[in-house]
């Protein structure tokens, strides 16, 4: 039986898959465990009753799992590892904190106004960590050969950073960072992403309001 899975909507268009990077992590995770699912889109500009029934803070991603729906992305892509073990997307806890500030490193760039505030150089040296730490591995994923639930949380927001930094920054992953750029390259080509992903104008869509703050 396909599972229910509640995510963003895209911003304008009410019947198209949105740009949540954490609804996106959990659909990455269905789609690799090739299990069914039934998608709900929820406008989180205008939540409907039932939807913040099931999901109280009011967020997406929500899902049902043994009749419970459940909130939080980390929690759901762990309850789904451990109903549904194979394909394992473990991640060996060695590697858990790789890249763990990337997402906020690029959304205090993306809303800085001053050129000079350091948040370039932040998300940059983020970034640079990721590339060594891809450097010093054996990939092509962050844990060797297989992908695991790291690469499943990053691609999102990897994918963020080109659309919306390219978009409103006209920037992009520096040229020397070639380890993560091939990194990135190889996320975006898998089939799951290419399903699950939001079209660029979604997710240019969906920074606006936080870039006009
Ligand atoms: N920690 C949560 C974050 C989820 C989250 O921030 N979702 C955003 C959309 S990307 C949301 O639902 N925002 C609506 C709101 O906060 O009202 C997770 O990993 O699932």
Redesign the pocket.
């Known amino acids: 039986m396909a599972l229910d899975i509640c995510v ?1 909507v895209a911003v304008g268009a009410p019947d198209v898959l949105g740009d ?4 996106q992590r959990v659909l990455l995770t269905l789609e690799e465990k090739k299990l069914p699912y039934k998608i709900h889109l929820i406008n ?1 500009s205008e939540k409907p009753k039932w939807f913040l029934e099931v999901s109280p803070e ?4 929500v899902m049902k799992l043994d009749g419970k729906w459940i ?4 929690v759901i892509v762990g309850i789904l590892e451990e109903k549904f073990p194979e394909p394992s997307l473990k991640t060996p806890p060695e590697f858990a904190s790789v890249g763990s500030k990337i997402f906020g490193a690029f959304v205090t760039f993306l809303k800085s106004k001053e050129s000079n505030d350091g948040s370039e150089k932040a998300l940059v040296d983020e970034l640079e960590a990721l590339d060594n730490h891809l450097k010093k591995h054996s990939g092509p994923f962050l844990a060797g050969e297989r992908v695991t639930a790291l690469d499943l949380s990053l691609a999102p927001k990897l994918y963020h950073i080109e659309v919306a930094l390219g978009h409103y920054k006209k920037w992009s992953i520096p040229e020397i960072l070639t380890n993560v750029r091939k990194y990135a390259e190889a996320l975006f080509a898998r089939e799951s992403f290419e399903k699950t992903k939001a079209k660029k104008e979604f997710v240019v869509a969906g920074w606006a309001s936080k870039v006009n703050e």
């Open positions: 963003k949540c990077p954490f609804s989180v009011g967020k997406v991603p909130a939080d992305s980390d």
